[in-house]
């Protein structure tokens, strides 16, 4: 589970620090987030009118449509593997092995978060070459 809370809560503790920042003008702060935390950015700028700009790239910001969205191109056997990858990370952080890492995303049918078709083209953007798997 996301702790969406906390991670709000340190959007606001970030933006308090930076506005007390020896050369940093308060009244020229800016946020920026992706993904999830482009969804963030939303609800962050609303609580804090003075920032200077913020900036949401390919932002997250309605779970429920993703989900129904992204659902819509998972094939039944790669979701059941992937629920029981999760089932299996879950029982194991019980005893302390490592976490069983699951792909952002992947094609359609594999064992990823994200399989829609276009799913992979901003994994590709983001890291060409696989340079960091």
């Known amino acids: 589970m996301v702790p969406i809370g906390e991670q ?3 959007w606001q503790a970030a ?6 920042l020896p050369g940093v003008d308060p009244a020229r702060l800016a946020i920026w987030g992706f993904s999830l935390s482009g ?7 609303a609580r804090n009118p ?5 900036i949401a790239q390919t932002p ?14 998972q094939k039944p056997l790669a979701a059941l593997r992937t ?4 089932l299996l990370d879950s029982l194991g952080q019980l005893v302390g092995p490592r976490p069983l890492l699951v792909p952002l995303a992947g094609e359609p049918g594999t064992v990823a978060l994200l399989t829609t078709p276009d799913g992979v083209d ?3 953007a983001l890291n060409p070459g696989n340079a960091y798997p």
């Open 50 to 54: 003075r920032l200077a700009a913020a």
């Open 83 to 86: 629920t029981g990858r999760a």
């Open 122 to 124: 901003g994994d590709r």
């Open 60 to 73: 997250f910001a309605d779970g429920p449509a993703a989900t129904r969205s992204a659902a819509g191109h």
């Open 15 to 20: 933006i308090a620090c930076a506005a007390t």
């Open 8 to 10: 709000l809560a340190d």
């Open 39 to 45: 969804g963030h950015v939303f609800p962050v700028a």
